[in-house]
């Protein structure tokens, strides 16, 4: 079966411009994650998904960012006025449950370049 | 916040060499899992260990979780030009995985 896709693969945008990243969760999957990773470092937590609602986003730097999952599955990443400090990848993953023990399955994440 | 810090950051070996890689925190988690990624992919699962003290063995790899479910170790024998890649640790604590700052490995065959 497919795996975990993230859209687009590269985004290059302005300084103050508006982006939106998307994540496509193995079907079936309830729980959603949303990482960002800068080079040289491990995954930073941004926000947790347990079906629609928002279960955890205490990892989301500012009230620039923002996603959403409306109905369970699909969840987009959305970035307003963006910053060269926001450039890294981002990378998404999902999992059967939100239990800890469970699996998580990553997509390829979206490289953001900020300029 | 990286609530876990790897070392070493770097590591350069021969092929059939062994190796250790650390993983430390002052934090106790309720599980703590390894991952290894490759560059433009997401990180892969290697293995989950949940008991302080736990061993696994996962073919040439072996990971330990500490006692006092703060550290973990990877020790990998007669390593591979295959098993080149960032190697990162993740501590499960509530909701969240905390990464650690990984450790990336080269192989020379």
């Known amino acids: 079966g497919a795996g975990v896709s993230q859209t687009p693969s590269n985004k290059v945008t302005e300084k103050g411009k508006y982006v939106e990243l998307r994540c496509d969760p193995i079907?079936?999957?309830?729980?959603l994650y949303w990482y960002r990773q800068s080079l040289g470092q491990g995954p930073e937590f941004l926000i947790y998904?347990?079906?629609?609602?928002?279960?955890?986003d205490s990892g989301l730097p500012n009230d620039r960012f923002f996603a959403v999952r409306p109905e369970g599955s699909v969840s987009t990443l959305k970035i307003q006025r963006t910053e060269r400090g926001d450039s890294a990848v981002y990378l998404c993953?999902?999992?059967?449950?939100?239990?800890?023990?469970?699996?998580?399955?990553f997509g390829p994440g979206t490289r953001l370049t900020v300029l | 916040t990286q609530l876990l810090e790897q070392s070493p950051q770097f590591l350069s070996i021969q092929e059939g060499e062994n190796l250790t890689v650390y993983c430390n925190s002052s934090?106790?988690?309720?599980?703590l899992q390894w991952y290894r990624q490759e560059p433009g992919e997401g990180p892969v699962l290697l293995v989950t260990v949940v008991t302080g003290g736990e061993v696994k063995k996962l073919k040439r790899l072996t990971f330990q979780f500490g006692d006092a479910r703060k550290d973990s170790s990877l020790h990998i024998t007669a390593a591979q030009p295959g098993d080149t890649g960032l190697y990162l640790c993740a501590g499960a604590y509530g909701n969240q995985f905390y990464f650690g700052t990984g450790t990336s490995l080269t192989v020379i065959p």
């Open positions: 993953a999902s999992s059967l449950g939100g239990r800890e023990y469970n699996e998580q399955f």
């Open positions: 998904f347990q079906g629609t609602g928002a279960a955890d």
């Open positions: 079907s079936g999957h309830t729980a």
């Open positions: 934090s106790v988690f309720s599980s």
